[in-house]
């Protein structure tokens, strides 16, 4: 059983900055690739960033030069800082994690946490 805990959600002003976090608990699984989404009231949960077990990073192009995912895989927690945020980042944000049980691979979801960011 593994489960994935976000935090670090919350309400600030439009400029401002955020730092999401999402840890890995329970059973020791693999962790390859973790990913940040988002979801908007009424619309489609979309991918924000994505970085691999190596580090390698893909972003999103409304929050490239923004928003910056990292991870620190001792601590199998991914990094989520947000900077310069606009009302439109305004969402529900959910952590996602690609684990490995042997050559068995599944997938895991956080709760989701709110990010709102008023004018």
């Known amino acids: 059983q593994v489960q994935l805990v976000e935090s670090g959600g919350g309400l600030v002003q439009a400029g401002g900055s955020l730092r999401l976090s999402c840890t890995a608990s329970?059973?020791?699984?693999?962790?390859?690739?973790m990913k940040w989404y988002r979801q908007a009231p009424g619309n489609q949960r979309d991918m924000v960033a994505d970085?691999?077990?190596?580090?390698?990073?893909n972003y999103a192009d409304s929050v490239k030069g923004r928003f910056t995912i990292s991870r620190d895989n001792a601590k199998r927690t991914v990094y989520l800082q947000m900077n310069s945020l606009k009302p439109e980042d305004t969402a529900v944000y959910y952590c996602y994690a690609d684990f490995a049980d042997g050559d068995v691979p599944f997938y895991g979801w956080g709760q989701g946490t709110q990010v709102t960011v008023s004018p």
């Open positions: 970085i691999s077990s190596f580090g390698a990073t």
């Open positions: 329970g059973s020791m699984y693999v962790i390859n690739s």
